[in-house]
């Protein structure tokens, strides 16, 4: 559905820090994903964040592994992600 130069433009955003990926962070700093964002259960294979390690997921949440897992496992959230990330790398 998606092509490689959309996965590349989600990627190549989050890993500029222009499109972050959903989620929240807990009262000791920890980030977890939204359900959006774990949608292909990427968290399972990731060590759990901890006050020494708080962005573990968030690490994981920007990789093309993850980006491209996303595409194909949550399409609307993936436009959603993609008319972003196109919107900034533009401007």
Do not use: C
């Amino acid at each position: 559905m998606f092509s490689q130069s959309d996965i590349q433009t989600v990627y190549e955003a989050r890993k500029n820090r222009m499109v972050h990926p959903a989620g929240k962070f807990d009262n000791g700093g920890r980030w977890y994903p939204s359900d959006d964002e774990n949608a292909d259960n990427f968290t399972a294979r990731l060590r759990s964040p901890s006050r020494a390690w708080p962005y573990s997921y968030m690490t994981g949440a920007r990789t093309r592994k993850h980006v491209a897992a996303l595409a194909e496992a949550n399409p609307a959230y993936f436009a959603k992600l993609l008319a972003e990330a196109t919107a900034k790398l533009n401007s």
